[in-house]
C-alpha cells in the first residue's frame, strides 16, 4: 500500500484546509485509516481514524473542528479542518493498517496556522 497525502499549506488562525491521502496499490486489504500529526518537539500523535465500516475517533482538541473520512470508491482518505489555531501547526501523515495489522504511512504534510 502506498500512501500520498496532499493539502497543507499555511493559513491564519481560524481558517480552514483540507487534507487529502490517495491510497494505491493492495488497497482491498486497508482496514483502518487515519491522520497522525507531530508539531515541532512533540512526539506524533493521532488525529482522527476511520474504520472501512465508517466508526470514526478524534482526538478530544480537535472534536467538533476536524472531520476525517473516506472516499472508498476513490481510494482516499480525507481530514477537513476547520477553525484552526496555532497549535494544529504541524506535520500531518496518513496511515493506514490492513487486516493484518500491518502499518503503512505516506509521507507527511506541512500544516502551519499562523498569521
Known amino acids: 500500500v502506498q500512501l500520498q497525502a496532499s493539502g497543507g499549506g499555511l493559513v491564519q488562525p481560524g481558517g480552514s484546509l483540507r487534507l487529502s491521502c490517495a491510497a494505491s496499490g493492495s488497497i482491498f486489504t486497508i482496514d483502518v485509516m487515519g491522520w497522525y500529526r507531530r508539531a515541532p518537539g512533540k512526539q506524533r500523535e493521532l488525529v482522527a481514524q476511520i474504520t472501512s465500516g465508517g466508526n470514526v475517533n478524534y482526538r478530544y482538541s480537535v472534536k467538533g473542528r476536524f472531520t476525517i473520512s473516506r472516499d472508498n470508491a476513490k481510494n482516499a482518505l480525507y481530514l477537513q479542518m476547520n477553525s484552526l489555531t496555532p497549535e494544529d501547526t504541524a506535520v500531518y501523515y496518513c496511515?493506514?493498517?490492513?487486516?493484518?495489522?500491518?502499518?503503512?504511512w505516506g509521507q507527511g504534510t506541512q500544516v502551519t496556522v499562523s498569521s
Open positions: 496511515n493506514a493498517v490492513n487486516t493484518l495489522g500491518r502499518l503503512y
